[in-house]
């Protein structure tokens, strides 16, 4: 089944504390993105790859790190969580420059 | 760069009823236009999506319409149904590196 995976679904943590959201396609995709969803904000992008090793910042970049190592793997990385990073995050993959997003199940993050 | 602007923020209708949701967008190399259905507590999905060279698309009961003079589309559903109530976004993209930006969503409750 074609799918894009992320874990884990919910993350409770501490400020400081390092953390990896994974997330992973099957569908050979070439474009992976990051977004986060809060209520009245709709999805923001965070960083977005369009291949592997190429990686470029979204519209809401600070605090996080992604790496693109293998064309199936986009981790998302926070270094050093602090509570506005409280959300619920998506992981997204899409097949071309203009075509439409499959997303991941979603991972709800809250940070003490 | 691209800015979308989605109305309306809530909609509420009769089970039976027509739904219409609209958006903006600025950028006039815009090109693919996609919207995205989620459900509480689940992820957005692809519903249906148009590019720049037609002027409307349907499947079955819902349908999309794209204005490129005025730089409006609007998402039409027929005969609502209960189990359309979910939050609807809109997202323009122009390809290349130029990463796709979402309207902030639409919340459609259908009233049986």
């Known amino acids: 089944e074609a799918q894009v995976t992320q874990n884990p679904r919910y993350l409770i943590t501490v400020t400081g504390k390092k953390l990896t959201v994974t997330c992973s396609q099957n569908?050979?995709?070439?474009?992976m993105s990051w977004y986060r969803q809060d209520p009245g904000l709709g999805l923001r992008q965070i960083y977005y790859s369009m291949n592997v090793e190429v990686t470029d910042k979204g519209d809401v970049p600070e605090g996080y790190k992604v790496s693109r190592k293998e064309k199936r793997n986009f981790p998302l990385i926070l270094e050093s969580p602090s509570p506005n990073q409280t959300s619920l995050y998506f992981c997204a993959s899409r097949e071309g420059e203009t075509d439409g997003y499959t997303f991941g199940s979603g991972t709800r993050l809250t940070v003490v | 760069g691209e800015n979308v602007e989605q109305h309306p923020s809530t909609l509420s209708v009769q089970e039976g009823d027509s739904a219409v949701i609209k958006c903006t967008y600025s950028?006039?190399?815009?090109?693919?236009f996609p919207w995205y259905k989620q459900e509480l507590g689940k992820r957005p999905q692809l519903i249906i999506d148009i590019r720049s060279n037609v002027g409307e698309k349907k499947d079955q009961r819902i349908a999309v319409t794209l204005n490129k003079t005025a730089k409006h589309f609007s998402l039409h559903i027929t005969e609502t149904q209960p189990e359309d109530s979910a939050v609807y976004f809109c997202a323009a993209s122009r390809g290349g590196s130029y990463i796709p930006t979402f309207g902030r969503g639409t919340s459609l409750i259908v009233h049986p």
């Open positions: 950028d006039s190399a815009s090109n693919y």
């Open positions: 569908m050979n995709h070439e474009y």
